[in-house]
């Protein structure tokens, strides 16, 4: 098999990172935009020793599942990849690719549960984070996504992924900074203003806050005055701010955040509670499936133990905590980000959690802490950012933790690595929950409850 190759396949299934997957005579073939069941004609980009990479020249059978895509600049802005495959089949290989990867990583084949399906397909998104550039001849304010695998900016004029409102917000913004000649960012230079519109919104639309990422220590004029018209036309907008970020890096948002005008947080009401969340702090794109984990998480501590006390680590505004006061004596949430930390603390107020404690600080030396004063819990929560939990963090995690652990991940990889790291530990996956939390993209938020088995008994090595 060599580049340039080309041969008549038919695709098998979809795999972890966007791609499909089929052979020929037995020899695995990675292909862009192929969909379960496609017979096609493609072509041979790249050749490894276990694997190739194709595009598609031509299908010759299209896939039952195929559909066309909602948006049009679908195959070239490197976003949400996986519009053209009808949404049930979706979640079917959503699944298939936990249950695989899983199985890859750990070696053991555990039963995974049907994908919870996100409420909404599309216009689902609650903060978008748009890089912008600016055209040289006539300065015109570009603003969308990358193309994938690049960094070529590709204007989005509409984004499906969120609604309509917020679609007309970005548009007066790329309109009123070249009126008021505010410049657009420039990677290669280093130059330019306006680095990133960032939007956070609540899931109704009442609240939203602007956050423009700046290449500049100091508040121009300009933004200024842009940040006041946007309050003024916009009433739903309660705040706009700067994030001062003038590294030459690809990370979107530095900690630091000045308030412009208005205010630096907004409101998200979910059921009968209520969530402050600051421009720096995480909380849930998807707030709608987000509700549906929380309640699958809150069902099954209730199924397992009565009114235990929690650890919930990486806790974010104290999304899990204020959402499980109800069912629990004592929750202790772990935060390392200051805003976060602060917006849980008034959330527990709010909400009227008073059985919360926050603790600001890096999770891996809390844990430490926490053993050292011989603190000791019913059920562990754990929702890490992509990168998963430390391996010391996993051999802390397991001596605070009496029987339960929940890990939430929206990285299927980290999480099974993990996984086999907690087996090792006498901790095993008992229920396997997919969540469509990213619909039309290869993402997958997966909740897996770990009870301790005393079925075997293992050494715990130490790493300290």
Same mark, same amino acid.
């Given at each position: 098999?060599?580049?340039?190759?080309?041969?008549?396949?038919?695709?098998?299934?979809?795999?972890?990172?966007?791609?499909?997957?089929?052979?020929?005579?037995?020899? /695995?073939?990675?292909?862009? #935009?192929?969909?379960?069941?496609?017979?096609?004609?493609?072509?041979?980009?790249?050749?490894?020793?276990?694997?190739?990479?194709?595009?598609?020249?031509?299908?010759?059978?299209?896939?039952?599942?195929?559909?066309?895509?909602?948006?049009?600049?679908?195959? %070239?802005?490197?976003?949400?990849?996986?519009?053209?495959?009808?949404?049930? &089949?979706?979640?079917?290989?959503?699944?298939?690719?936990?249950?695989?990867?899983?199985?890859?990583?750990?070696?053991?084949?555990?039963?995974?549960?049907?994908?919870?399906? #996100? $409420?909404?397909?599309?216009? !689902?998104?609650?903060?978008?984070?748009? $890089?912008?550039?600016?055209? @040289? %001849?006539?300065?015109?304010?570009?603003?969308?996504? !990358?193309?994938?695998?690049?960094?070529?900016?590709?204007?989005? @004029?509409?984004?499906?992924?969120?609604?309509?409102?917020?679609?007309?917000?970005?548009?007066?913004?790329?309109?009123?900074?070249? &009126?008021?000649?505010?410049?657009?960012?420039?990677?290669?230079?280093? +130059?330019?203003?306006?680095?990133?519109?960032?939007?956070? +919104?609540?899931?109704?639309?009442?609240?939203?806050?602007?956050?423009? %990422?700046?290449?500049?220590?100091?508040?121009?004029?300009?933004?200024?005055?842009?940040?006041?018209?946007?309050?003024?036309?916009?009433?739903?907008?309660?705040?706009?701010?700067?994030?001062?970020?003038?590294?030459?890096?690809?990370?979107?948002?530095?900690? @630091?955040?000045?308030?412009?005008?208005?205010?630096?947080?907004?409101?998200? =009401?979910?059921?009968?509670?209520?969530?402050?969340?600051?421009? =720096?702090?995480?909380?849930?794109?998807?707030?709608?499936?987000?509700?549906?984990?929380?309640?699958?998480?809150? &069902?099954?501590? +209730?199924?397992?133990?009565?009114?235990?006390?929690?650890?919930?680590?990486?806790?974010?505004? #104290?999304?899990?905590?204020?959402?499980?006061?109800?069912?629990?004596?004592?929750?202790?949430?772990?935060? &390392?980000?200051?805003?976060?930390?602060?917006?849980?603390?008034?959330?527990?107020?709010?909400?009227?959690?008073?059985?919360?404690?926050?603790?600001?600080?890096?999770?891996?030396?809390?844990?430490?802490?926490?053993?050292?004063?011989?603190?000791?819990?019913?059920?562990?929560?754990?929702?890490? $950012?992509?990168?998963?939990?430390?391996?010391?963090?996993? !051999?802390?995690?397991?001596?605070?933790?009496?029987?339960?652990?929940?890990?939430?991940?929206?990285?299927?990889?980290?999480?099974?690595?993990?996984?086999?790291?907690?087996?090792?530990?006498?901790?095993? $996956?008992?229920?396997?929950? /997919?969540?469509?939390?990213?619909? =039309?993209?290869?993402?997958?938020?997966?909740?897996?409850?770990?009870?301790?088995?005393?079925?075997?008994?293992?050494?715990?090595?130490?790493?300290?």
């Amino acid at each position: 098999m060599n580049i340039k190759n080309r041969y008549t396949v038919k695709i098998e299934k979809m795999i972890y990172g966007g791609n499909s997957l089929a052979r020929n005579e037995g020899f /695995p073939i990675f292909i862009k #935009s192929g969909c379960p069941g496609d017979v096609a004609e493609i072509e041979i980009t790249k050749v490894n020793k276990n694997f190739a990479e194709a595009v598609i020249v031509e299908i010759k059978e299209a896939s039952i599942y195929r559909i066309k895509p909602k948006c049009a600049l679908h195959n %070239v802005c490197g976003s949400c990849n996986w519009q053209y495959i009808e949404y049930k &089949e979706q979640l079917n290989q959503k699944q298939n690719i936990v249950k695989e990867t899983i199985k890859n990583i750990t070696g053991h084949d555990y039963e995974v549960k049907e994908v919870i399906p #996100s $409420p909404l397909q599309y216009e !689902y998104r609650c903060k978008i984070q748009l $890089p912008v550039s600016q055209t @040289k %001849v006539s300065n015109r304010i570009l603003a969308g996504y !990358y193309k994938e695998n690049s960094h070529e900016l590709i204007n989005i @004029k509409y984004c499906h992924m969120y609604d309509a409102y917020i679609n007309k917000i970005v548009d007066y913004i790329k309109i009123s900074a070249k &009126e008021l000649n505010i410049s657009g960012y420039d990677e290669k230079s280093n +130059k330019g203003l306006l680095r990133h519109i960032v939007i956070r +919104k609540s899931s109704d639309n009442s609240e939203i806050i602007v956050i423009f %990422v700046i290449n500049s220590k100091k508040i121009d004029k300009n933004l200024d005055i842009l940040s006041k018209n946007l309050i003024s036309k916009f009433s739903e907008i309660k705040g706009v701010c700067a994030n001062i970020n003038t590294n030459k890096t690809n990370v979107i948002m530095s900690n @630091k955040t000045i308030t412009i005008c208005g205010r630096d947080y907004y409101f998200e =009401n979910m059921d009968e509670f209520k969530y402050k969340v600051s421009a =720096n702090s995480f909380f849930q794109v998807n707030p709608m499936c987000a509700r549906l984990i929380f309640n699958k998480v809150k &069902e099954l501590i +209730k199924e397992k133990v009565h009114n235990p006390s929690i650890l919930d680590a990486y806790s974010g505004v #104290s999304s899990f905590g204020v959402w499980l006061n109800s069912v629990s004596s004592k929750i202790t949430c772990i935060e &390392e980000v200051i805003s976060a930390s602060n917006d849980a603390k008034d959330n527990i107020q709010i909400n009227n959690a008073d059985n919360i404690e926050i603790i600001n600080g890096d999770a891996e030396k809390i844990f430490q802490k926490l053993i050292e004063n011989k603190m000791l819990f019913d059920v562990s929560i754990v929702d890490p $950012p992509r990168k998963g939990c430390s391996e010391k963090s996993i !051999y802390n995690l397991v001596k605070l933790t009496k029987k339960y652990i929940v890990y939430v991940s929206c990285n299927i990889s980290t999480l099974a690595r993990d996984m086999k790291l907690l087996e090792n530990y006498d901790y095993f $996956p008992v229920y396997i929950q /997919p969540a469509d939390m990213f619909p =039309n993209t290869y993402h997958i938020e997966t909740i897996v409850l770990f009870e301790k088995s005393n079925k075997k008994r293992s050494t715990m090595t130490s790493f300290l």
